[in-house]
């Protein structure tokens, strides 16, 4: 585990450059939030968290990761990201900083300033890396969430830390990820992990005592009774790395970081917006004549229903079986036809439609199990209960103004800026439900245009009505040594109505380019697939052509 602390690095000239950038972002957008700490601008930490990010965290903040890999892996840049799990299971980022300075105190600050950007909201769960001045941190700002080790980076150390043993023994790496991964109980992990380490003689094996010691804090299995948005193993590997393996580590400039964190940032927006498209667009292919799947697929994003509808398939080979009653509850044994040895227990109470499982799936992913739609099958409960569908889950998980979480304090926008910010995803949702029926046909295509031009007249005469607004730029407060964010700052130089009017103004001209991006975004995915259903009716002509000459 990395315990280092105290460290100060100098990025020189390259500093300068991101106050700039920063300056630039909050100037062109009044949703940017950023911060210092220390005296100075220019050789202290910086926070930076976009006006996306924020309103990502207000859907998605139950879960949270922490990445300051960049401590373990020698990083020429130290650079620290907060990311998160979107509606369609894929990563959005909720901020970032770079540290310059590294002490106690510093991460202490990057927490306290990170949850004051997101509104002060703590989330259901973290999830950072086994370091003492991160833990530390996380353990004095976030004491109500829940906190685990990246099991990522607990493996990616005992690689290290085991090299000649992995050398010797190609499978060992395969046989320990299997054996935290893939175990179903407490009992089943401990088995396995006590049969691992015999075979490889690693008994005394200090380093695996010591994981084995903390296995509360980063063995899944131990961890399942607490929302962390994970739908597979993978979801907690470096595939969810803000940057790719080398880039931090391979000497880059600050200009170069900027570069490469916007085209991050953007990719996994453009994923977003596409993921979104698809699932508003393609139907998915039902494998059962279950209402309930039909009523999954019309809830839920493409991925999570493909996650949910494996694990209703699943029920076919899963029978329940009743081995209690008591008191309106009844308990049921659920296993798979030939393991019974790893049976799980569904409790369900018949008065209020409830069910509980020893697995605690949805607990941990917030999909519901096998074993408990096996007991819906098995008590004919035809449709999904409302509160096994989480919302952060749904086709809508981002209209609206976001709702309560189970075990979170999630709500809807708590500030005035945060509103605008929620506000702003809600036109660009709207948005993008108007471009897919104009895409559908060019004759749909040009009303939809022509709507878009005449708003954007009338965009243009609000604009020309309110161009006298003032306009106050973000100053540093010494006191507090840290930026102010753009509300309290507007508050002292703008009136309540100039406020509405740039508000009206800089969100008319942003859903103006956002809607024009869709626009040329959903003409592209249609050119795409048609050029695919042209490339399959091609193909079938082929394959009968070819037949027919058979014959």
Request: charged share 25%; hydrophobic share 35%.
């Amino acid at each position: 585990m990395n315990n280092s602390s105290n460290r100060q690095r100098n990025l020189g000239p390259g500093v300068q450059y991101l106050l700039d950038y920063l300056k630039r972002m909050q100037s062109e957008n009044p949703g940017f939030f950023y911060a210092f700490e220390g005296d100075s601008e220019l050789c202290g930490n910086v926070f930076w968290a976009d006006a996306a990010s924020r309103s990502n965290y207000s859907y998605f903040g139950d879960t949270v990761r922490v990445d300051t890999s960049y401590r373990s892996s020698r990083s020429k840049i130290p650079f620290v990201t907060f990311t998160g799990v979107n509606h369609h299971g894929d990563p959005v980022l909720f901020g970032c900083a770079l540290l310059l300075n590294e002490s106690d105190a510093s991460f202490v600050w990057l927490l306290q300033t990170w949850l004051r950007a997101m509104s002060g909201r703590v989330p259901v769960s973290v999830t950072s890396d086994p370091d003492r001045l991160i833990q530390m941190a996380v353990a004095q700002v976030l004491p109500e969430a829940r906190n685990r080790f990246c099991r990522w980076s607990v493996l990616r150390q005992t690689q290290e830390k085991l090299g000649n043993v992995c050398q010797v023994n190609p499978s060992f790496d395969f046989e320990l990820r299997k054996c935290v991964n893939e175990a179903d109980t407490v009992e089943e992990f401990e088995s396995c992990w006590g049969s691992l380490v015999s075979r490889y003689y690693l008994m005394n094996n200090e380093w695996l005592q010591s994981l084995y010691n903390i296995r509360d804090q980063w063995v899944p299995v131990y961890l399942r009774d607490v929302f962390f948005g994970e739908l597979s193993a993978v979801d907690c590997s470096d595939a969810s790395s803000f940057f790719s393996d080398g880039f931090l580590s391979s000497s880059p400039t600050i200009q170069l970081l900027i570069k490469q964190y916007e085209k991050v940032a953007s990719s996994w927006h453009e994923k977003e917006l596409k993921d979104d498209f698809d699932t508003s667009t393609a139907t998915p292919v039902l494998k059962t004549p279950s209402p309930m799947e039909k009523q999954a697929a019309s809830l839920y994003t493409r991925r999570i229903f493909m996650n949910f509808q494996g694990e209703l398939v699943e029920t076919l080979a899963n029978p329940a079986t009743i081995v209690d009653e008591s008191g309106g509850v009844t308990t049921y044994r659920v296993a798979k036809f030939g393991e019974e040895h790893r049976a799980h227990t569904v409790r369900f109470s018949t008065f209020e439609m409830k069910a509980t499982c020893s697995c605690r799936m949805f607990e941990f992913s917030g999909i519901t199990c096998r074993h408990i739609l096996s007991v819906f099958r098995a008590k004919n409960v035809l449709m999904l209960p409302s509160e096994y569908v989480l919302k952060r889950w749904t086709r809508n998980a981002k209209t609206g103004c976001g709702e309560a979480m189970p075990g979170s304090a999630f709500g809807g926008p708590s500030t005035y800026q945060e509103s605008q910010i929620v506000r702003h995803d809600n036109l660009r949702q709207e948005a993008l439900k108007y471009v897919e029926e104009g895409a559908k046909s060019i004759h749909v295509y040009n009303v939809a245009m022509n709507a878009l031009q005449g708003a954007s007249k009338r965009v243009a005469a609000v604009k020309s009505r309110n161009s006298g607004s003032a306009h106050c730029t973000i100053e540093a407060n010494g006191g507090n040594k840290e930026m102010h964010a753009i509300k309290n700052q507007s508050s002292s130089c703008l009136s309540r109505e100039e406020k509405e009017k740039k508000i009206q103004e800089l969100t008319a001209e942003v859903e103006q380019t956002n809607q024009r991006c869709e626009v040329y975004r959903a003409i592209l995915l249609a050119l795409f697939r048609d050029m695919e259903d042209q490339k399959l009716k091609l193909s079938v002509k082929v394959q009968s052509a070819r037949l027919s000459l058979k014959e």
